[in-house]
């Protein structure tokens, strides 16, 4: 009772903190794209290939510090518990803006990228594609990034876009465990 207080509570701060960042009229993106849009497609996790034309296993078996190695939601969610790692759960589609905005910014930023590839197991779902996992993650607008324990149990989300600087903040407070020892805006400050 008391860790589902705590995760409740974190959760909420988590919300509380983040709400503000990037979109906060997240139920209002697009219908579709937007026509003089460049943003490439999300390439699927299953179909994602090297850039440097690694075979796909060589590709999956160390991090990569040029992208985040995308996962599929099974497969991710198996690798970590294998792997005893925290999960980093992105729900997007490809006509939303903030998704596309977090692709162009967030997700290439050097630092998140080497982040995320060697303390988390990165998974992307396409909210259009795969709608019952994004129906049990209640997912109502995009893009939100979920926060999953190595045991698959859910630690907290964000929803909307979110800078980089911001990510990787909160990543490390999820990652060194410290939401459950202080709250985000006092790790935030001894960063």
């Known amino acids: 009772m008391r860790n589902t207080l705590i995760r409740y509570m974190v959760t909420a701060l988590i919300l509380f903190l983040f709400a503000g960042c990037g979109s906060s009229e997240e139920t209002e993106l697009p219908a579709r794209p937007e026509a003089d849009s460049e943003a490439p497609a999300v ?3 299953s179909q994602e290939r090297s850039l440097d034309g690694a ?3 060589q590709e999956r078996n160390a991090p990569r510090a040029d992208r985040i190695v995308w996962r599929g939601y099974a497969e991710g969610m198996e ?4 792997k005893e790692k925290k999960v980093f759960l ?4 490809d006509w939303c803006r903030y998704c596309k905005e977090m692709d162009q910014k967030t997700f290439k930023d050097k630092a998140v990228i080497v982040y995320l590839n060697d303390n988390f197991i990165p998974i992307r779902v396409n909210s259009d594609k795969e709608p019952k996992t994004a129906s049990d993650y209640q997912v109502k607008g995009l893009p939100v990034s979920w926060f999953l324990s190595e045991k698959g149990e859910r630690i907290g989300s964000q929803p909307g876009y979110i800078p980089p600087d911001s990510l990787l903040t909160l990543l490390k407070y ?3 465990d410290s939401y459950q020892k202080m709250k985000f805006t006092d790790f935030a400050k001894s960063m």
Request: proline fraction near 12%.
């Open 55 to 57: 075979a796909p296993d």
């Open 90 to 93: 992105n729900f997007y589609a």
């Open 174 to 176: 999820i990652e060194t």
């Open 79 to 82: 690798l970590s518990r294998n």
């Open 43 to 45: 390439p699927e996790s």
